[in-house]
């Protein structure tokens, strides 16, 4: 098992004072969008300072299915957005894992990681993340020792909560359902120029049956949910070829074990999956991109709990961020205008549906009640031109401290979102030309 061995870098920013702004933003039939995702060689590169050169920069793909398409064609356009990718000089390029959901193909991303590795040559390939309360360890090290057997070197394992939390959300939410709409602060706040919204209360998503029976078609009949913390000690073992039932008996896993795979762990809050990322000294991805509101806790609880280790002597943080990057800024925000529409079909219960084309989007017509279920991931969107955005990451950087950045774009376009990338990765590193930005 290979992790990241950052160069010297600072502990988390200060944070300043916060100043508290309106919660609702007004959105119209067609959903504005503010102008308001992991990583490396052996040796990535640190926290950027005045006169350093910027973080590295990396993708997340979901494989958005767009309306009028399928999942073979997003399928493939996410091995071609790869090989973009890759020649763009991004670090990473991980997939999610999505399931039931008619707009995201990706639902076994060992198999697609597979495919894009033997698509491309250097750039890392990765999980953001493996559902692990889906699967059992072994099955997982197997998958990814498989894979890196192949491409040596290359891949990284993503492991995320997945039924565990959804679990704990509908508990809390039975023991006290008004509790759980209204404990948290309700006023959105600027910490250093980064928006940090009111928290979304999961408790009413997490009771949908719709969600209930996908879990359960997920999980064996009378399966157990396994600890966390558990599963990853386990797949460290097998990675490490250390596994011992409580018996004392040893199994390996062939192939997986020694494997030269970089362990990560993926965690929306400062709840266990922070912790158990620090506890076990491995780097951990933040989430601005889905839970805007805890990316601060999520990130200080990782590093309160951070323990040297073999694999990393320092703290290591990837946050992620959604934005969509065109020519200027009134371009991108009409590509990003049907964004509020697909994030209200996910947090309604309906899950992400085939991701519309902006027309599209305009024909909903919207309601006081849609525009706070979306207010939080509409107004932490960086959607604007190449400086616009780059300067939203950069704020978002020092804010939290992070040592990569890991970016989801989605449009209704192929060409669009490859075009996204493109604009920020020469924004980002110092390529574009004068005249380019004039």
Do not use: C
Request: zero cysteines; proline letters at 8%.
């Amino acid at each position: 098992m290979s992790v990241p061995q950052p160069t010297a870098q600072s502990t988390a920013q200060p944070i300043s004072t916060t100043q508290p702004i309106s919660t609702a933003q007004p959105i119209s039939t067609a959903q504005p969008i503010s102008t308001a995702q992991p990583i490396s060689t052996a040796q990535p590169v640190s926290t950027a300072r005045p006169g350093s050169r910027p973080v590295p920069l990396s993708i997340l793909d979901l494989s958005p299915i767009p309306s009028g398409s399928g999942a073979g064609d997003a399928l493939r356009n996410s091995v071609d957005l790869a090989r973009h990718a890759e020649r763009l000089g991004y670090l990473r390029y991980w997939v999610a894992e999505h399931h039931f959901a008619a707009g995201v193909a990706s639902s076994a991303p060992a198999v697609l990681i597979g495919l894009i590795a033997a698509a491309t040559n250097h750039i890392r390939v990765g999980s953001g993340a493996v559902q692990l309360g889906h699967q059992t360890p072994i099955a997982v090290v197997e998958q990814f020792g498989l894979i890196d057997a192949l491409h040596p070197g290359r891949i990284d394992l993503g492991l995320g909560r997945s039924g565990q939390r959804r679990a704990e959300i509908v508990a809390k939410a039975d023991r006290s359902p008004e509790a759980a709409r209204t404990s948290e602060p309700r006023e959105s706040r600027v910490v250093d120029g980064l928006l940090i919204p009111p928290a979304f209360s999961f408790a009413e998503l997490a009771r949908s049956p719709q969600l209930a029976l996908q879990a359960a078609l997920l999980q064996q009949p009378g399966a157990r949910t396994p600890d966390f913390a558990e599963q990853v000690d386990e797949v460290i073992a097998f990675l490490e070829g250390a596994y011992r039932s409580p018996d004392g008996i040893a199994a390996h896993a062939v192939p997986g074990e020694d494997a030269e795979v970089e362990l990560w762990i993926l965690g929306s809050s400062g709840g266990q999956s922070a912790k158990a990322a620090g506890e076990r000294g491995l780097p951990f991805a933040a989430n601005y991109h889905v839970s805007p509101a805890s990316v601060l806790e999520a990130v200080e609880a990782y590093r309160e709990a951070f323990t040297p280790s073999k694999a990393l002597s320092e703290p290591y943080v990837v946050v992620s961020a959604d934005a969509v990057v065109a020519e200027d800024d009134a371009t991108a925000r009409e590509l990003a205008r049907p964004y509020g529409l697909w994030v209200r079909a996910i947090r309604s219960g309906q899950g992400a549906i085939p991701y519309p084309t902006p027309e599209e989007a305009d024909a909903h017509v919207w309601s006081e009640a849609d525009r706070e279920l979306v207010a939080d991931r509409v107004d932490t969107q960086f959607a604007g031109s190449p400086e616009t955005v780059a300067e939203r990451l950069r704020v978002l950087q020092r804010v939290t401290g992070a040592d990569e950045l890991l970016v989801t774009t989605i449009t209704h376009g192929h060409a669009d979102r490859v075009r996204s990338y493109e604009l920020l990765a020469e924004e980002w590193h110092g390529r574009r030309t004068s005249g380019a930005r004039s």
